[in-house]
């Protein structure tokens, strides 16, 4: 199950997201398909950034696996405990610039940072998941 707490003024397609999610978790065979995905504004990506990073920065993506996620202080969706694999945060402003960035469309670009979002809960860091995030990309666009 994909939690979707969107908390900005811009749409999003939650059965394309959920079919992003579906594919992942079952194709790495994942036991837990519990996660939380909020969608922040620039103002409230900088502050988490900054906070649980050191970067006075807006991002595209963040991901908080469960094991180290403390939900009484950190979660941006509904106060209630989900037991799962953790939380994603999406900035939807940076993905419409990165679209532009690189001549790519929105949808396009919000598939790849959710399932780059999901890896990392999985456990994977950036030198080991390019080629998965690739593969996953071309089959849900």
Do not use: W
């Not at 037991?83 to 993905?95: H, Q, S």
């Amino acid at each position: 199950m994909i939690e979707i707490n969107n908390l900005t003024t811009n749409s999003v397609d939650e059965n394309f997201l959920k079919k992003i999610a579906k594919i992942v978790l079952e194709e790495e065979k994942s036991s837990e398909s519990n996660i939380s995905l909020a969608f922040v504004g620039q103002g409230r990506m900088r502050e988490i950034n900054k906070r649980y990073r050191g970067k006075n920065k807006t991002t595209d993506v963040l991901s908080f696996p469960e094991s180290k996620v403390s939900f009484n202080k950190f979660k941006i969706g509904p106060t209630q405990k989900i037991e799962g694999l953790g939380e994603i945060i999406i900035c939807l402003r940076e993905i419409k610039k990165n679209a532009k960035k690189f001549n790519s469309s929105f949808e396009k670009e919000l598939a790849k940072v959710l399932i780059h979002g999901i890896l990392h809960l999985l456990g994977y860091e950036h030198e080991t998941m390019q080629e998965k995030e690739e593969n996953y990309l071309n089959k849900v666009i």
